[in-house]
């Protein structure tokens, strides 16, 4: 039983195409996370939703958006995409000031 | 001045060592504290978790938070090879605010 699973686990597009990151828990989280890891393993929040609302969105490019269809799931959808995309995106679920459960990860490369 | 620092090293010791992580913070307002292991081409997983000051023992691991000082640590007993990966400590403050991560620090454990 995968806690927090995201897909695709690896990614490799090129510069301008659109694409999707898909998450799910099922650990009946009320929080959800977008991180990016970049090379030198900073984990920078770019998104947060708790309840199906976005309740953090740091100074992320638009060409950004995360979208909740349910507080279980929290997809993260890039336009237009730049070489300075290309990292690892991590998705993460918790409860209220709990520890995190994050994603194996989703590794970008746009080429 | 970085929210939270945390030397990268890398740090490299002998099996059987102890092995001594710190991060230091700057925002008075973090209360929950947080240790993450991150193996290589995975995702962060919880190690320890401390909210306020003190410690906290977990079989060879132990987390310490002092609050006056601003300063966290972690300490590793008896390192084994098993505990070769990066270490990332995080906190937070209460409420829905997201965790703020350190840059990480690589250990590797020499059999």
């Known amino acids: 039983d995968t806690a927090v699973s995201q897909t695709p686990k690896y990614l490799v597009t090129q510069m301008g195409n659109d694409k999707s990151i898909k998450c799910e828990q099922n650990?009946?989280?009320?929080?959800m996370y977008w991180y990016k890891q970049d090379s030198k393993k900073f984990l920078k929040i770019m998104f947060s939703y708790n309840n199906k609302e976005l309740i953090i969105n740091e100074t992320v490019p638009n060409r950004f958006s995360p979208k909740s269809p349910d507080k279980a799931h929290l997809n993260l959808h890039i336009n237009s995409l730049e070489l300075g995309d290309s990292a690892v995106y991590f998705c993460?679920?918790?409860?209220?000031?709990?520890?995190?459960?994050f994603g194996s990860g989703t590794r970008l490369t746009v080429v | 001045q970085k929210e939270v620092e945390q030397d990268p090293g890398p740090l490299s010791v002998p099996e059987g060592a102890i092995v001594s992580l710190n991060c230091t913070y700057s925002n008075s307002a973090f209360q929950y504290f947080m240790w993450y292991r991150q193996y290589s081409r995975k995702g962060p997983e919880l190690l320890m978790y401390t909210y306020s000051s003190g410690n906290k023992e977990d079989g060879r691991f132990t987390a310490q938070v002092d609050k006056s000082s601003k300063y966290i640590s972690l300490f590793i007993r008896d390192s084994q090879p098993s505990d070769s990966a990066t270490y990332l400590c995080?906190?937070?403050?209460?409420?829905?605010?997201?965790?703020?991560f350190g840059k990480g620090t690589r250990l590797s454990v020499i059999a």
């Open positions: 995080a906190m937070k403050p209460s409420g829905n605010t997201p965790l703020v």
């Open positions: 993460a679920s918790s409860r209220t000031d709990y520890g995190y459960t």
């Open positions: 650990l009946g989280h009320d929080t």
